[in-house]
């Protein structure tokens, strides 16, 4: 069981103590909640890191927000070079308006998620095909 316990004093106008006020909360149900949300966050972050597939999370302005190490592995960058560039960046230039349009598509609301096979330059220039598979998250309302 986890309590929380808060008191305070009750002076009178002349600052003498008059009584204590002291509340004692059962945060039980709290604490468990707390430690699984911990549990939940620590299994995302493992499977995220430890990933075999390059996973990255974008901003609406397609800005990389975070990527994993298969990831930067595929492309060639840092995690702190690739936190400057957003898709359109690593794709080929014949696959930029498709992938916009299909960003645009996702962002809109008019496609739940996209798959596609599409051309990607590593970091040395080289091209190379990957499927992209992409939607949409709702984080913290938006």
């Known amino acids: 069981m986890s309590l929380l316990l808060s008191a305070n004093t009750v002076n009178d106008a002349d600052g003498n103590f008059v009584m204590s006020r002291t509340s004692l909360i059962d945060i039980t ?3 468990l909640v707390e430690i699984e949300l911990r549990d939940s966050e620590s299994r995302f972050r493992q499977l995220f890191e430890k990933a075999p597939i390059g996973i990255a999370i974008a901003k609406r302005d397609q800005l ?3 990527v994993n190490p298969a990831f930067c592995r595929l492309f060639g960058y840092s995690q702190d070079e690739l936190s ?14 498709l992938t916009r349009k299909m960003v645009d598509g996702v962002l809109g609301g008019t496609l739940p998620e996209y798959f596609m096979d599409k051309q990607y330059l590593r970091k040395n220039g080289e091209k190379f095909w990957g499927r992209a598979v992409a939607t949409e998250l709702s984080v913290g309302g938006g």
Do not use: E, G, N, Q
């Not at 400057?84 to 308006?97: E, F, N, R, S």
């Open 29 to 31: 149900s709290r604490k």
């Open 84 to 97: 400057h560039l957003t898709i359109a960046d690593l794709t080929h230039p014949d696959d930029v308006a």
């Open 64 to 66: 990389l927000f975070s």
